[in-house]
């Protein structure tokens, strides 16, 4: 039986949980104090300042170091305990709060530390005192392990130390952040509900006969119901129900340009999001939602299916970019397998020659399925053209990102040339103008 799986979540931690104890080696990190240090120098000080003979300095010294030898046994042999929030399923970049405590029988608790992972952050990491309260951030997507964290105990005197590791290691997942998606998806619900709370269906050009209503400039004239204008005395137009039970595929490129950097992200994490929230507006409307991801090869493939956003999300959220070519035809012979479907497409698009195997291989879609390529602006470019130049290196970068937009712009053009929707947006709304855009596709039956 498989065990249960962590809830996507970026609601606050769960209540401190116990760990054992210590399993730091016994002189793993034994250390001097500053009060040691001190203690030396004043009496090098005291040597030389005042007439006392070297065999007293010397036995001086000898009783200082066994003092400090005696502070380094206690130290070591203290059995620090610590407790340690429980570290749920993490959402990228979502900051949850965690909590670490100390405690020991015998000596002095120095100092507090959680060392972290480049994937992940904790803040602040360190405190004086036997107790950590901060926030728990996942920097980058996938499963990662929280190492155990380190209790700096001083001995009785105050003149030795030394690290033990407690709480031991815990792994850590973060995910692409679907409670945000979910959110957005509840305010588009509450922005079309009725008077009464209550959501209403979901209008527009299918063929499920809903309701009859005044006509308006904007209805197709093959929607006027004749019979009820004639009774009524005014022009009646019949309202149809959007099909359900559609199918949303996202196509995933995991290849080398998708590792460009937008900001502190990656495309393929932008993408990501983006998939999420595409995912959980899909499955709001009633239609299944699956997904494949390839590169050089098809590495994954999701079947279409009801309640899909959560299993894609799973499935999809520790990909990372490869350093090698995406080949769009294997990926969309695999597409041409599934019933007619909206096709999302997740990719970058740069210009004619790196796009070019996408241009050939989008007629093979295009005959069969809805085809929607989505793509995040690149800030930088914006930024290059859109700010004053204050210099020769300026003026050259602007030109360089002028010809890269317009080559960009190029691409859209030849894709809406052959009745493949486009989405660029920056990356914060990629995912909110993919949902708006599936959203028109369905209002217009196009899927």
Known sequence: MSPARPPLSGAPAAPVIPEGRSRSRRWAGARPTRRSALLFALLAA??????????????????????????????????????????PTLALRVAVPYALEAESNAGHLARLRQPVPPELGV???????????????????????????????????????????????QPVTVMPDLPKARRMAEARRRGRSSEEGRARARLGLGTEFESVRDYTPDDDIRHVNWVASSRTGRVMSNQFRVDENRE????????????????????????????AVLAVAAEDGGDRVGGIAFDSHVSRQLAPRRRGADPLVRAFFDLEPKEVESDYERAFVAVGRHRRALVVLFTDLVDAAASRSLL??????????????????????????????????DVVRAAVATELLRAHAQVVARLRSMSVEVVSAPAPQLGAACARAYLRLKWQARL
């Open 123 to 169: 803040d602040p990491d360190e405190v004086a005192t036997a107790e950590l309260r901060g926030s728990l951030t996942g920097r980058h997507r996938g499963k990662h392990r929280l190492p155990p964290a380190v209790v700096r105990v001083a001995g009785p005197l105050g003149l030795a130390s030394c690290d033990h590791e407690v709480a031991g290691s």
């Open 360 to 393: 050939d291989a989008c007629p093979m879609l295009t005959r069969r399925h809805a085809v929607l390529v989505a793509s995040c602006r690149d800030p930088d470019l914006t930024a290059a053209v859109r700010d004053e130049p204050h210099g020769v290196t």
């Open 46 to 87: 005291l040597t030389i300042a005042l007439p006392i003979g070297g065999v007293a300095a010397v036995l001086i010294a000898c009783g200082l170091a066994g003092c400090i030898f005696v502070d380094f046994v206690v130290a070591a042999r203290v059995g620090p305990r610590a407790e340690r929030s429980a570290v």
């Open 248 to 275: 949303v595929l996202c196509v995933v490129d995991t290849g080398r340009l998708m590792a460009s950097p937008v900001g502190s992200l990656t495309r393929l994490d932008v993408a990501l999001d983006a998939v």
